[in-house]
């Protein structure tokens, strides 16, 4: 079983990653709010706009009780994130508590993917959205018993 | 390539074992096939399994699914499956949600979507997850039908094998357009016999090629569907000519009787009731057959193999050593809620895995018995097919089978079986002078001259032994209850002694 400090290690590791992908001429978007919606364009595809929702709600709503900066965030029907975006490209990722509260949607919607899918996948689904990342045999391994 | 030759119709492989065969050696390369059945009959796993076997980064397989199961949970289960590798997604296998267009949208956009997709992917194989949840509630007839004509057309076009699945009932085969444009047509049942599942596949329809017809047992299991071929997939396998070569019992007596042995290929039948020595006599058949080169096969259901191996020991027949080996393997089924056919397919992997030139099934009886009830009506039609199968490939196949002991009647078998063997050996009890003694005698033997004795024997330390004399001095052996002969007082020479003497 994949543990939520693992989980959000991956959110870390993504959400640098992305960070390090970004370019200067585009827009302040949050770095946390583009790892999201590459997640939530790629899970539409896989299990459709209301199986995304779903997802996404749930990891909402777990990430709320360790978050309460989230609180006013929702889900839209599309799956898209309503109320989050700010920016926060000033944020050191690993050591600030600034934007803690994406990166734990981001870890609690990474664990249900791993619940649901297993490391295998989910490692694939990544590979497939940043195919410069590199997951470490232990997220990938630990599909079966997630 | 001759501009003048036939088309060739290239076959895929289905990734269900035991299907191919099923199937005609493959299912055809850009055929459009409905997969159909009840919920929870393996529909989504068979189809799984062919996209698995035939995905490929360069020809994908494009997965549609829409309404009913979640993609999600999905994959969570069909992960689990043996034949399912996360590597093949995303690259190989595309999942793709066509939910919200069905919901949203009609029939036109989701063709629209759909051969979006497939012209970005130029995918090999296509599936639509559950395409009945998709054309549930159509606007008319005429919109269904040129919906799935036009879907039918542009995936041939695009070179796509097709898969469509749908819960279907079976009174919805007539009057359906979708069943009247498929190529294939794959029906999944799932009964309940008593406290057993019974799983069937049925290959309706499948242009192109010839299937196997009539239903075939499946079942669900760790590694996915495994199919079980009504001939047991060995069709494509070259028939041997029938043989002139006897096989030995070791037992030299019997072999005469026999005209020289069992043919090769034959099935034999040895009937009689418990005590009688039928399994021992078995045992010798298959000791001579390790001798003389020939691997082995022994089923047996009423003993451990540890039992029979230490049964035959105390004949002095070594049974533990081929089995080391690799000459010899007794397999012990206890099937319970297996299908005869799945018992079968038991039996016949492992003759081919040794190449068996001999099988034992010991017994019928045990076998039928074993046999969870819900499939013990199929035994007997199973079991030929079987038996021909086998026989046709050149082994030669004992079975033995118990028969009450009637002192009025001489039954070969309780079965209704006697046609399914080429020859029968009849062993029982009579009582002569004050003792229970056991006779033999060939009852049947197909195309050969066996002898008519009826002959004494006694199983000892060595097992069957045939007594020298023929027994001329009885009236009524057959009866159990002989009564002597007023006009002969002596035993004489079995009469193929004298035959051979004769001709010498």
């Known amino acids: 079983m994949i543990s939520p400090s693992e989980s959000r290690d991956l959110a870390h590791r993504l959400l640098a990653w992305e960070a390090n992908a970004g370019e200067a001429a585009e827009p302040a978007e949050s770095i946390s709010l583009r790892v999201y919606e590459k997640l939530r364009r790629r899970l539409c595809i896989l299990a459709g706009v209301a199986g995304f929702h779903s997802l996404a709600s749930r990891a909402l709503t777990l990430a709320k009780s360790e978050a309460p900066d989230l609180a006013a965030v929702q889900v839209a029907p599309d799956g898209s994130l309503l109320g989050l975006g700010k920016p926060d490209v000033q944020i050191d990722i690993v050591g600030s508590k600034a934007g803690e509260g994406e990166t734990i949607l981001i870890a609690r919607l990474l664990g249900l993917l791993l619940i649901f899918l297993g490391g295998a996948l989910t490692s694939n689904l990544i590979s497939d959205l940043w195919p410069d990342a590199t997951l470490d045999d232990n997220i990938a391994g630990n599909g079966r018993k997630a | ?504």
């Not at chain 2, 309706?204 to 047992?217: E, F, N």
């Open chain 2, 1 to 504: 390539m001759s501009t003048q030759g036939k088309v060739t119709i290239h076959k895929l492989l289905t990734g269900v074992p035991g299907l191919d065969e099923i199937v005609g050696g493959g299912l055809p390369e850009f055929s459009f096939n409905i997969i159909a059945g009840a919920p929870g009959s393996g529909k989504t796993t068979l189809a799984h399994q062919f996209v698995f076997a035939n995905a490929t980064p360069e020809r994908p397989a494009l997965y549609f699914t829409v309404l009913g199961e979640s993609a999600i949970k999905m994959l969570r289960y069909q992960q689990q499956y043996t034949f399912f590798n996360p590597a093949k997604l995303p690259d190989s296998i595309r999942f793709i949600n066509l939910s919200q267009v069905v919901l949203e949208k009609d029939l036109g956009a989701v063709l629209e979507e759909i051969t979006t997709e497939v012209q970005k992917a130029n995918p090999a194989v296509v599936v639509v997850d559950s395409f009945r949840t998709m054309v549930r509630q159509p606007q008319s007839d005429m919109d269904l039908q040129s919906f799935i004509q036009r879907l039918a057309l542009f995936l041939a076009s695009w070179q796509a094998t097709t898969f469509l699945i749908g819960e279907y009932a079976e009174d919805e085969l007539r009057d359906n357009p979708i069943f009247t444009v498929a190529d294939g047509l794959f029906w999944l049942r799932q009964t309940t016999e008593r406290n057993s599942i019974v799983r069937k596949l049925q290959i309706v329809k499948l242009r192109g090629q010839a299937s196997v017809p009539g239903l075939h047992t499946f079942r669900i299991t760790d590694a996915g569907i495994q199919a079980f071929s009504r001939t047991f997939g060995l069709t494509a396998r070259v028939r041997n000519p029938v043989g002139e070569r006897r096989l030995s019992f070791g037992i030299p007596e019997l072999d005469k009787m026999l005209d020289g042995g069992v043919r090769e290929g034959d099935s034999v039948l040895v009937a009689g009731s418990s005590g009688t020595g039928k399994s021992v006599l078995a045992t010798q058949f298959i000791a001579e057959g390790i001798n003389q080169g020939e691997p082995g096969i022994v089923a047996v259901f009423e003993e451990r193999p540890q039992a029979y191996a230490e049964r035959a020991a105390s004949l002095g027949l070594d049974l533990d050593t081929p089995q080391k080996e690799g000459k010899l393997a007794i397999l012990y089924l206890r099937p319970l809620d297996l299908s005869v056919d799945e018992t079968m397919q038991s039996i016949l992997d492992a003759v081919q895995k040794i190449d068996a030139k001999r099988l034992v099934i010991d017994s019928l009886a045990g076998f039928e018995m074993a046999l969870s009830p819900g499939f013990r009506a199929d035994f007997r039609e199973s079991l030929y097919r079987m038996i021909f199968a086998l026989t046709g490939i050149g082994v030669t196949i004992l079975s033995t089978v118990e028969v009450d002991e009637s002192f009025t009647e001489f039954p070969f078998s309780t079965y209704s079986i006697s046609f399914l063997c080429d020859d029968i050996i009849r062993l029982r009890y009579v009582s002569i002078e004050g003792q229970l003694r056991k006779i033999m005698v060939v009852i049947k033997m197909r195309g050969g001259n066996h002898a008519k004795d009826i002959r004494e024997y006694e199983i000892m330390s060595k097992g069957v032994v045939i007594l020298g004399k023929r027994l001329t001095n009885y009236q009524g052996l057959i009866s159990g209850i002989p009564v002597r002969s007023a006009h002969s007082a002596q035993e004489v020479e079995p009469s193929h002694v004298t035959e051979i003497e004769k001709q010498t």
